[in-house]
């Protein structure tokens, strides 16, 4: 996956959500897919685009959230190089929307309830 893209498209979904999300100067950074995203590659392209629209102060927070095994149920959070359970070794779902939501840094609630 070019997290780069989903990197940039997250970003602009955010500010169009939450227009004060600049002057705030925090952000966070939601891995919802890690089958799809790596943390320190989505930390790198969104520092690059915020340094691009000036916000090169901006602190961000870059969580990766879970994923549940459809077989075993335990939860992974895997890589993209290798997307599968820690537990048992079985390929986890990939979710079908964003890869990455980006949002104000207040927690996971607000993210969730976030616009997608
Ligand atoms: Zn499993």
Redesign the pocket.
């Known amino acids: 996956m070019h997290e780069a893209g989903a990197v940039a498209a997250a970003i602009d979904e955010a500010f169009e959500a939450w227009p004060s999300l600049a002057s705030d100067g925090r952000m966070a950074v939601s891995i919802v897919d890690p089958t799809r995203a790596e943390a320190s590659a989505v930390e790198f392209y969104a520092r690059a685009l915020l340094g691009e629209l000036g916000l090169d102060g901006m602190t961000l927070s870059v969580r990766t959230e879970p994923v549940a095994?459809e077989?075993?149920g335990?939860a992974s959070v895997p890589t993209p190089v290798e997307p599968c359970?820690e537990?048992?070794g079985?390929p986890l779902p990939r979710s079908t929307g964003p890869a990455i939501v980006c949002g104000p840094d207040e927690g996971a609630d607000t993210i969730a309830s976030g616009v997608r």
């Open positions: 095994c077989l075993c335990a359970c537990a048992c079985a």
